[in-house]
């Protein structure tokens, strides 16, 4: 039996493949006027990023004593210790720290008042992912917790919209109506 083979240009399964890439919402390569009238497609703002300030008040006994925002990309903690230390963690060595903080979350959310089970309940950690509230036992004072408060609800705001299906369509059938991309 002799097979067939399908030339280049052949023009039936050339439709195919345009019909099979748009209702796999495949886009076009342009740009994306975000006016469409099935909605708008903002871009996702990314949060301020966050300097947490750590005052060691006994041997492993940590509090979070000072946070404020920073510029995206420019978060860290510093790290007070009670012999006078002062140590910086930022960039790789504070994503490192964050990510073992995020694998081990279960130990931190037990308690205790070490440097992980802090970081994981400053501002830190909800940037690294806990999604609970911050813990009043682990600041200073209440003021501290409560200066970063608008800045966890962007964070929060940044998840949601971030994650969220997008209402708009971009691409050949952006103003069809039909779900498909076909008629309408």
């Not at 399908?6 to 390569?29: E, H």
């Not at 990309?73 to 504070?94: Q, W």
């Not at 309940?121 to 408060?149: D, F």
């Amino acid at each position: 039996m002799k097979k067939r083979y399908l030339r280049i240009g052949d023009l039936k399964r050339n439709a195919f493949i345009v019909a099979a890439a748009t209702c796999m919402g495949l886009t076009s390569c342009g740009t994306d006027n975000s006016n469409s009238t099935t909605g708008t497609s903002e871009e996702v703002k990314v949060p301020d990023g966050i300097i947490t300030e750590l005052t060691e008040e006994a041997p492993d006994q940590w509090k979070i004593t000072d946070e404020r925002t920073t510029v995206p990309g420019a978060s860290m903690a510093i790290l007070k210790y009670k012999d006078g230390r002062v140590d910086t963690l930022k960039g790789l060595e504070l994503e490192n720290q964050m990510k073992d903080v995020a694998a081990n979350q279960n130990t931190y959310n037990q308690g205790g008042f070490g440097l992980g089970s802090v970081l994981w309940w400053s501002g830190m950690g909800y940037m690294a992912g806990r999604m609970m509230s911050p813990r009043p036992g682990y600041y200073a004072n209440p003021g501290v917790m409560n200066n970063t408060a608008a800045w966890r609800q962007n964070v929060q705001t940044y998840r949601q919209q971030s994650t969220a299906p997008r209402s708009g369509r971009s691409g050949y059938f952006r103003g069809r109506s039909s779900g498909s991309g076909f008629g309408g």
